[in-house]
């Protein structure tokens, strides 16, 4: 997901190292709430947006056409596909 982040045309500011690990963290920490030791793609996808909609920064011609960083989130998260 970070790595999609920094091969987006739409964003001038990809997601840092520190973004990952805080997916990272979140994920295992939300996979534990649910008393689950292992962490699933639904997780990642739930938690994109909150930590990631601060941490990206969208291209002016982007905002201009009405883009907006869930919107682009959400496009990212479909053209990733999930780890088997």
């Known amino acids: 997901m970070i790595q ?8 001038m500011v990809s997601a840092s190292l ?3 690990v805080a997916m990272l963290l979140a994920a295992k920490t939300l996979a534990a709430i649910q008393d689950r030791n292992y962490v699933m793609p639904d997780d990642v996808k739930l938690l994109a ?3 990631l909609r601060h941490r990206i920064i969208l291209r ?3 905002e201009i ?9 959400n496009r990212l998260l479909n053209r990733i596909e999930v780890p088997r």
């Open 4 to 11: 999609a982040t920094r091969n987006s045309p739409e964003l």
């Open 65 to 73: 056409e009405g883009l907006n960083p869930d919107i682009a989130i």
């Open 18 to 20: 520190r973004a990952g």
């Open 60 to 62: 002016p011609e982007a």
């Open 49 to 51: 947006r909150p930590i």
